[in-house]
Every structure is written in C-alpha cells, then in structure tokens.
C-alpha cells in the first residue's frame, strides 16, 4: 500500500512537469531554477528519510493490528452462547457436611434442568468466566519441581460429572467425570490440553498422577483420568505463569477443599428465550429455600465485555496507522513535487531535445523506485529491528 501511494504521490508531480510550457520552462535561467547533484541528493535523502520513517510505523502499526485482531478472534475454547450463570453460596451454618451440600446441589440441578426452555445445567466452581480463577499449586509426578518456587501453577476448575459437555469443551482423551467419582473413591482429575502437551508430550498422561503442592508435601495425589481443550479465562495478568487447567470433581473437593467452595456457580444452556431470573429464583427455592441465586451474567456478553479494551485498542491502532499514511502521503507529495518543480528548466530541455513526456515521467518513475525502495528496505530493517 505505501508502495502505491508512494508511486502515486511521485508521478503527480511529475505528469505536471510533462505538461509544462516549454517556452515558460526554458525562459527560466536563474540558478534556483534548476538542481544541482548536491541538491538532489540532499533532496532525495530527505524523501528517503520520510519514506523509512513511515514503513516503519505502518508496519509497526499493521503488527500491532493484527496482534490485537488474533486476541480479539481468540476463541475461549467453550461455548458461551445462551449460556447464562449465576452464582449461590452454601455457607456452612445451613449445609454442615460435604454430603449436605452435594444433596442440596443435585437436587437443585435436577429441579433447573427440568425447567422449560433448559437444554442442561451444569455446576462448577469458580465461574467459566471468572478473570480471578482459583489457582492450584502443583507437581507432575516424574517432572523435576521447578525452581525457585517448587511449584507449578494451573488454574482449578471444580465441576460436576457432565460439565465439559454441556460447556461444548471437546474431550481429548480419557473420560470425563461420573457418579463413581465420589468423596470415597481414588483421587481423579481432568487436565487441559495444554498440561499434558507440557508434561507428557509424547506419552499419554491418563493414569498419571498430579500432586496438589509441592512434591516433599502431605496432600494427595491425583490420578488424570481425561484431558480437555484449553480454555481461556477473561484477561487476568497472571496467565503468563499459568500452565493451563486442572479439574477436581466437585464430590471429592467438597470434602478435601470444602473451604474454597462456598461460591458455586450454575451454568443453564437455554434456548435464549424461555428462563428468566424469576423462574430461575422459583425453581430455586422449591428445590432448598436456603439458596439463593445471585450474579446473573450472559456467558455471550460477558465474554463481549471482556474484550472491549481489546477492541478499542485495536480501532485506536488502526486509525493511526491510517492517519499516519495519510500524513507521509501529503509529506512524500511536498517533497517530490519540491524536487520535480525545480527540475523544470531540465525537463524543458529534454522536452526541447525530443524527449516524450512519457519518458519524462519514467524518468521521474525509475528515480522515485529507487528511492522507495531504498526508504522501505531502511524502515522494514528498523522495525524489524526493535519489534
């Protein structure tokens, strides 16, 4: 594009030039009539100059676009369409064990996945959209601990058997949790793809094991049973050191980590129409009149929201890029139709001499090439440079 405007800019002058009267052109007999080689060199380092400095920040500028671009387009590796959450607390003063609050959750669920216009409901614990997911500190059994630290770092989902499905998250391998998961069976989690492509990239890592902790630590071992497709959380300045997502059935966390769950979040697939936070609050209460629905958020537009700075920033970098090729446009037409307006007295003389104003103008074409080509090589090398 900035090769065409360049070009574009650089024959204006010139197809004036062309039709420049000869007897006005050739009356000219003043020095600063015409250019001398210094003078066009100095002239044509300048369009050099101008030409490396807006290469460079439009490619400076179409880099960042499309960096901001791919953010945006990111998918969030679930489905977040007519998918609506809310959240419930199950404080230990009314539900006092882990069996009390698993029966009051299922039975809860089982009342919403009957409701009209429900196509499932699910469980999990923090929400699919939560930017300050729960963190998990862990080892894979085989892998050294890392150092300084001792520990790895994931993000901790704790669903419910059926959640990844109802989420539309493609299970890779293995299985997904079941009824037999419970408080009294082996230890099992569920890990994301990118963990096992991490810890065990050429080996299947079901029937490997994950401590919570630190590897010379007392808590237990977790057996991987299925691995999932990575997921995204809303932004959140930690996912650099993050190695992805680890998974623990709610039954078993309910007893082993029960003080980390008393939010719970409920996720409804509707056909986007029929359920409302009334009817949602009604099937809650006839199912246990001690939870209480609150947080409601459209997985869709929280996930919209989540990335408008994302997209500000990329309409912003975009309209500089743009403005800015504007600006070396009328900055390249100044300086060419300075340098083709002082070449007048020569263009007359091989005007005089028989020369076409075609020829002029390749002329002028093959000289502005060569300057557009040394400015974008110049620009290019210092953008890649420093990016």
């Not at 006839?286 to 309409?315: C, G, H, K, P, Q």
């Not at 600006?327 to 005089?352: K, T």
């Amino acid at each position: 594009m900035m090769a065409l405007v360049g070009l574009g800019f650089g024959l204006l002058p010139a197809l004036r030039a062309s039709r420049t009267d000869l007897r006005g052109a050739m009356s000219v007999t003043s020095r600063g009539a015409t250019l001398d080689r210094s003078a066009r060199r100095l002239l044509g380092s300048f369009v050099v100059i101008e030409l490396a400095i807006a290469a460079a920040l439009l490619t400076a500028s179409v880099t960042a676009t499309q960096y901001f671009r791919k953010l945006i387009e990111e998918p969030w590796g679930f489905e977040t369409k007519y998918r609506l959450a809310f959240s419930v607390t199950v404080p230990d003063r009314f539900f006092p064990t882990a069996t009390v609050k698993q029966n009051a959750l299922e039975t809860s669920l089982a009342h919403l996945q009957t409701m009209p216009g429900v196509k499932s409901a699910t469980v999990v614990s923090p929400s699919p959209m939560d930017a300050s997911w729960t963190l998990m500190l862990f080892n894979a059994e085989g892998a050294p601990a890392p150092e300084p630290r001792g520990v790895y770092t994931a993000y901790s989902r704790v669903p419910v058997p059926g959640y990844f499905q109802s989420m539309g998250q493609p299970l890779l391998q293995g299985r997904d949790f079941n009824a037999g998961d419970t408080a009294d069976a082996p230890l099992v989690c569920i890990i994301s793809k990118s963990i096992a492509q991490r810890f065990w990239p050429k080996d299947s890592p079901i029937g490997k094991r994950i401590r919570w902790g630190r590897l010379d630590g007392t808590r237990p071992w977790f057996t991987i049973v299925g691995v999932v497709g990575d997921m995204k959380a809303i932004a959140d300045p930690r996912d650099g050191e993050v190695l992805g997502m680890i998974a623990r059935p709610l039954a078993q966390m309910l007893v082993h980590a029960s003080t980390l769950l008393d939010d719970i979040t409920f996720v409804l697939h509707t056909d986007g129409r029929s359920v409302n936070e009334a009817s949602i609050r009604a099937a809650l209460a006839r199912a246990n009149v001690n939870l209480a629905a609150y947080n409601f958020v459209s997985l869709e537009d929280a996930a919209a929201r989540s990335r408008t700075t994302e997209r500000f920033i990329f309409v912003l970098v975009s309209a500089f890029g743009l403005i800015g090729l504007v600006l070396a446009a009328v900055g390249l037409y100044g300086l060419l139709a300075l340098q083709v307006a002082r070449r007048e007295r020569e263009f007359g003389i091989r005007s005089a001499l028989g020369a076409t104003a075609r020829q002029i103008i390749q002329l002028v074409a093959r000289q502005g090439a060569m300057l557009l080509s040394l400015g974008f090589t110049a620009g290019a090398l210092e953008c890649r440079r420093r990016i």
